[in-house]
């Protein structure tokens, strides 16, 4: 397993800096927690490592190696809407078998196989492999995502918002979900969220986002007890009068 690292990285759409020299690094089988404030830059900063947005300056890299644009090898993203990235008219056990690895030598019935068996780890019925994404409840949807994800067999995934679009009462076991894969495949996580209690429940460490800088970093009871930056106390006590809300 590699540790995905980001170094002095910039980002901009123009002239505007979304990303300003930021470095963090997501150890191997480790969760990091990326919070911050709407529009700060923590999705174009998962986008700019799966390549899906160019870097302007810096450098990322996954077990030392730099990410080139549009090679997602070693690192996968799973997005907020886990239906606006699934093909309506494939069935969720096509749109999984097409993420795994090429070339593996896997026959038909292994690959129906290691389908099955990717669907049971995120605790959806194998028996199930031929429906639609229509058929299945948003919850369903996004631990299929998380299935697809895991099918190309990702040193670290990219989470981004995952689970924003869900019911409160389903977040919490998508949440269960991404801790148990952590232990069992020791898979490693950019967890990023707006949501500061999802976030302290699933990382090892949160990484704090301010205007495209990560302002602080640590484990996220001492961030969330101790906060050591200004921005942070903003964000916690904005948390809090949510909770309260
Ligand atoms: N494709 C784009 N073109 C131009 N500007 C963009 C683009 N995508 C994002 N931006 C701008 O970049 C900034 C950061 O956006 P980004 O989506 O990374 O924020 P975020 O932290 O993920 O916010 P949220 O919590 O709302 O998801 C915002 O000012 C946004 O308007
Ligand atoms: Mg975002």
Do not use: W
């Given at each position: ?39 700060c830059?923590?999705?174009t ?24 644009n549009?090679?997602?090898h ?5 997005f907020?809407?886990?239906?606006a ?61 998380i ?7 990702p ?17 919490g ?13 020791s ?10 209690a ?31 930056h ?16």
């Amino acid at each position: 397993m590699n540790a995905l690292e980001f170094r002095d990285v910039t980002v901009a759409y123009g002239s505007h800096v979304v990303v300003d020299s930021l470095s963090l690094t997501v150890p191997a089988g480790k969760i990091i927690g990326l919070v911050g404030e709407s529009g700060c830059g923590k999705s174009t900063l998962g986008r700019a490592a799966v390549g899906l947005v160019p870097v302007a300056g810096g450098s990322i890299t996954l077990g030392g190696k730099p990410i080139r644009n549009g090679s997602l090898h070693g690192l996968q993203m799973v997005f907020q809407d886990p239906y606006a990235s699934f093909d309506p008219r494939m069935s969720i056990g096509r749109s999984v078998a097409e993420a795994l690895p090429q070339g593996g030598g896997l026959s038909k019935a292994q690959r129906q196989q290691r389908v099955e068996q990717l669907l049971e780890q995120v605790s959806i019925d194998p028996a199930r492999h031929g429906e639609r994404p229509g058929q299945l409840s948003g919850g369903q949807r996004q631990r299929v995502g998380i299935a697809r994800a895991l099918a190309a067999e990702p040193s670290v995934i990219v989470a981004d918002e995952i689970t924003s679009a869900l019911d409160a009462s389903v977040q919490g076991a998508v949440l269960n979900l991404v801790r148990n894969l952590q232990t069992t495949l020791s898979v490693g996580m950019l967890f990023i969220s707006h949501n500061m209690a999802a976030v302290r429940y699933v990382s090892d460490e949160i990484a704090v986002m301010h205007e495209g800088k990560i302002v602080e970093m640590g484990p996220g009871d001492r961030v969330v007890h101790a906060p050591e930056h200004p921005y942070t106390r903003t964000l916690l006590d904005a948390a809090r009068l949510e909770l309260q809300a």
